[in-house]
């Protein structure tokens, strides 16, 4: 697939990355675009956020992204005719104070794709509700847990752990009242 071709943020995320990993520059997909995926665009985000895995230098990226079409502005790339960014994250791969070591990947239309697990993506927009009182991002990880399988266990878990068990509660109901059913 080339980037002239993609019909949504998926597909922009699997076109970008692959051509980061065939590269060999190992990249994960964080951020608004994780929600956009992981809700069939209910969300829909225009940044990719990727964090770079291992050493490799700005100007080898720079390269890669002007490939697709990508000009620098400053911190982030943005494409010279479609709507879409890159931001490079910086590493480590966390949400909150937690590390994250297990990614989910999707391997489709001969691209792979690593990026956040559905519940580390909440946990993520969680974190942006938590730090800073985003209303947006609470939204967001609710829509997540709408249509992905998250383990809210382990949501529960990491936010007594960021001391965040006030806001995890007002995010708790939110969630209860999804899944009422009648």
Request: with cysteine; glycine share 4%; charged share 30%.
């Amino acid at each position: 697939m080339k980037i002239e071709d993609c019909k949504n943020i998926k597909e922009y995320a699997q076109v970008v990355s692959q051509h980061l990993h065939d590269r060999n520059i190992d990249n994960i997909l964080t951020g608004g675009a994780c929600v956009s995926i992981y809700t069939n665009e209910k969300y829909r985000s225009n940044d990719l956020d990727f964090l770079i895995v291992g050493d490799v230098q700005i100007k080898k990226i720079r390269s890669a992204l002007k490939e697709l079409g990508f000009e620098e502005k400053g911190r982030i790339f943005l494409h010279r005719k479609f709507e879409i960014s890159v931001d490079l994250v910086s590493p480590p791969l966390t949400v909150g104070e937690e590390h994250i070591t297990k990614v989910n990947e999707i391997k489709e239309k001969n691209t792979l794709l690593k990026l956040l697990t559905p519940t580390d993506c909440v946990k993520d927009r969680l974190a942006a509700y938590f730090h800073w009182d985003d209303q947006q991002s609470l939204n967001q990880a609710l829509l997540v847990c709408e249509d992905s399988e998250v383990d809210i266990n382990d949501v529960k878990e990491w936010s007594q752990r960021e001391g965040m068990m006030k806001k995890f509660k007002i995010f708790e109901d939110e969630f209860t009242l999804l899944t009422f059913t009648f």
